[in-house]
């Protein structure tokens, strides 16, 4: 298992004992397990689960050169802090998913 770690605005690779907002990135099971402790501020987490979704879409470059976490699954633990559902949806249109008639609509 990898575990990145969400420190000034970014996500690096850190030890498993680590206490913050984390990520755990299991190759096995193709998922990522976003881990927001207690305490943590909105600001924070949201900022860090827009970076664990854009590991989960283009993955992460580990510093061996490897890249993981691309199309993995994204999953939460909130040890305590409860995001609310409609801040865990983008609130962006993903162009490649969307059709033409849904852009043109909105």
């Known amino acids: 298992m990898i575990v990145l770690e969400y420190q000034d605005g970014t996500f690096i690779e850190a030890k ?4 913050g ?3 755990e990135v299991d ?6 397990k976003m881990i927001l402790p207690q305490g943590t501020n909105l600001i924070e987490r ?3 689960l ?4 854009t590991i ?3 993955g992460y470059l580990l510093s061996t050169g490897e890249r993981v976490g691309q199309g993995y699954e994204l999953v939460f633990d909130e040890k305590g802090t409860a ?3 409609r801040l865990k ?3 962006r249109i993903s162009y490649s998913t969307a059709s033409i008639g849904d852009v043109v609509d909105k």
């Open 16 to 19: 498993q004992g680590s206490g």
């Open 21 to 23: 907002i984390r990520c």
């Open 27 to 32: 190759k096995t099971s193709k998922k990522i």
């Open 46 to 48: 949201r900022t860090a």
């Open 50 to 53: 827009r970076l664990a979704d």
């Open 56 to 58: 989960a879409r283009s």
């Open 83 to 85: 995001i609310p559902e």
């Open 89 to 91: 949806q983008s609130p």
